[in-house]
C-alpha cells in the first residue's frame, strides 16, 4: 500500500471519492484530519513552516496553529512572509479620539477611488470616525485622495496582493491602530449594514453586542444587482447605489462545519454556478470583530475557530456590489494573473457564463428591493430573534 506520507494523489483521489458519499463537512473534516496529522505534504510543511516562526506570533500561537492545521500550505507561507517582512508602511496615522464602542474601518484598495468614495461617505453617516486605508500601488488618484482625508490613517504596500498577504497587511496595519478595539474590516465594494441602521448608528449596535458578549458578528454577504444584466454600461459608477437596489432573500442556505456556518446560494450560485457548485463560493464574513492579540482575521472566518460560533445566524448584512460596469476588466485582469483563491477560478466561471451570454441578469420575479434597512429582515436567514431584541432597545 503506498504510504500517505509521501504520496499525494492518494490523499486527493480519497478526497475526491468521498464526494460521492458524504456532505461538504465530513470532507472538509476528513481533510483537516489529514492536515493536522502530518498526513499530506500541505500539513506537514505548513507544521514546519509554524515551529520556524513561532517566536513572531507568541501573542497568537494558539490562533496560528489552527491556521497552520487548516490552513493551504502557500496561503500559510505568504502570511508568514509578509508579516515577518513588515510589509506595510504608515503613510499617515492619526490619533483620533473615539469613545470605547466606535470601531475603525479597515480596507485594503487599489484603484477603486469611486467606490472609496461612496463607502467613506456611507460609513460616515452610520457613525464610523475613523477609516484605515492600506493603499497597494494605486495609480488612478485614490491614494493622493485619502492623504487628505481628515478621518482616514494610510498605510502603503508594494507586495504583490493575494488573499492571504492582505491578511497579513491587516495585522500590521493593527499592530499600529491598537488591540482591543472593534475593527469594520470590508473590501472596497462593501458596505455594512443591518436592520435599524437609519435610527440606531453603529456605535449603538456595539453596545448591544458587548451587552449580547458578542465579539465576533456573523455577517451574510448579500449580493446586490440591478434590472438589467451584469456589468450594464449606463450606470453610473458614482450613483450605483440607486440602480444596484435588488438582493435574493430566499436562496440563501446555511451549513455548520468545522471552521465557521458557512452560508451559500444568493444569485452568483443560481445564475453563475453548475448544479454542483452550490457549495464553491463562501457568503460567511466576520467583518465587524473586537480584535485582540491573540486573533488572527481571515476573510470568511477567523481563528481561533471558537470566535466564529457565537451566534447560529447571521446578525448583520455585507451589501456587496460586485458586477459594476467598470468590473468587467477588473474581472479579466483577475482570470489572466490568477491572483486569488483556485488560480482566480471563481472569476473564470464568472467570465465564461458572461462571455456565453451577454444579456445575463440576477434579476428574476422574487428580487427584493432594497428600500430601507428592515427589508432586510425578509431574508429568509437573518436572525430576526437578535433584531427582534435589538430594535425593541
Same mark, same amino acid.
Not at 48 to 55: A, G, L, S
Not at 63 to 68: D, K, R, T, V
Given at each position: ?11 486527493? @483521489? ?32 505548513? =507544521?514546519?513552516?509554524?515551529? %520556524?516562526?513561532? %517566536? ?28 515577518? !517582512?513588515?510589509?506595510? *508602511? ?6 483620533? /479620539?473615539? #469613545? ?6 479597515? #480596507? ?12 467613506? +461617505? ?21 491614494? +493622493?485622495?485619502? $492623504? ?16 492571504? &498577504?492582505? &491578511?497579513?497587511?491587516? &495585522? ?8 482591543? @478595539? ?7 465594494? %462593501? ?8 435610527? @440606531? ?15 465576533? /458578528? ?8 440591478? =434590472? ?14 440607486? +440602480? ?18 458557512? /452560508? ?9 454556478? =453548475? ?22 482575521? &481571515? ?32 474581472? $479579466? ?14 472569476? *473564470?466561471?464568472?467570465? =465564461?457564463?458572461? !462571455?456565453?451570454?451577454? #444579456? ?34
Amino acid at each position: 500500500m503506498p504510504s500517505l506520507h509521501r504520496n499525494k494523489p492518494v490523499i486527493s @483521489k480519497i478526497i475526491d471519492r468521498l464526494k460521492i458519499f458524504v456532505p461538504i463537512n465530513f470532507r472538509l473534516h476528513f481533510r483537516h484530519m489529514i492536515h493536522s496529522m502530518g498526513l499530506s505534504r500541505i500539513g506537514r510543511q505548513n =507544521k514546519k513552516t509554524y515551529k %520556524e516562526n513561532i %517566536e513572531h506570533f507568541k501573542n497568537c500561537k494558539d490562533a496560528l496553529y489552527q491556521m497552520a492545521t487548516y490552513g493551504h500550505c502557500n496561503d500559510f507561507a505568504l502570511f508568514i512572509d509578509s508579516y515577518k !517582512n513588515k510589509a506595510v *508602511k504608515p503613510v499617515k496615522v492619526l490619533d483620533i /479620539v473615539l #469613545c470605547e464602542n466606535d470601531p475603525i474601518l479597515i #480596507c485594503v484598495v487599489k484603484d477603486d477611488l469611486s467606490r472609496i468614495k461612496i463607502q467613506i +461617505e456611507y460609513h460616515r453617516k452610520i457613525g464610523v470616525k475613523h477609516f484605515a486605508y492600506i493603499d497597494n500601488m494605486s495609480k488612478d488618484g485614490t491614494f +493622493e485622495w485619502l $492623504e487628505k482625508q481628515n478621518d482616514v490613517s494610510l498605510f502603503s504596500t508594494s507586495e504583490e496582493y493575494r488573499s492571504a &498577504r492582505q &491578511r497579513s497587511w491587516m &495585522r500590521q496595519t493593527v499592530d499600529f491602530l491598537g488591540y482591543d @478595539k472593534w475593527y469594520l474590516d470590508l473590501d472596497s465594494d %462593501e458596505l455594512f449594514s443591518y436592520p435599524g441602521i437609519e435610527n @440606531k448608528p453603529i456605535s449603538k449596535y456595539i453596545d448591544f453586542l458587548e451587552k449580547k458578549n458578542i465579539q465576533s /458578528v456573523f455577517t451574510l454577504v448579500l449580493d446586490m444587482y440591478s =434590472k438589467n444584466s451584469l456589468f450594464s454600461s449606463f450606470v453610473s459608477e458614482y450613483d450605483f447605489l440607486k +440602480e444596484y437596489c435588488y438582493f435574493d432573500t430566499d436562496t440563501y442556505k446555511i451549513q455548520k462545519t468545522i471552521l465557521r456556518y458557512n /452560508v451559500s446560494g444568493g444569485p452568483r450560485t443560481r445564475i453563475l454556478s =453548475k448544479s454542483d457548485q452550490s457549495d464553491i463560493q463562501c457568503l460567511t464574513n466576520y467583518s465587524l470583530v473586537k480584535w485582540s492579540k491573540s486573533m488572527i482575521i &481571515r476573510a470568511h472566518h477567523n481563528f481561533p475557530l471558537s470566535s466564529n460560533f457565537e451566534t447560529s445566524l447571521p446578525i448583520a448584512v455585507i451589501l456587496h456590489y460586485k458586477f459594476l460596469p467598470q468590473d468587467h476588466l477588473k474581472f $479579466e485582469d483577475h482570470v489572466k494573473t490568477g491572483v486569488h483563491v483556485g488560480g482566480s477560478a471563481e472569476y *473564470k466561471r464568472y467570465m =465564461k457564463t458572461f !462571455n456565453e451570454n451577454p #444579456c445575463t441578469s440576477f434579476y428574476h420575479e422574487r428580487s427584493q428591493k432594497l428600500d430601507n434597512s428592515m427589508d432586510l429582515m425578509k431574508i429568509d436567514i437573518i436572525n430576526k430573534g437578535f433584531f427582534g431584541e435589538f430594535l425593541a432597545k
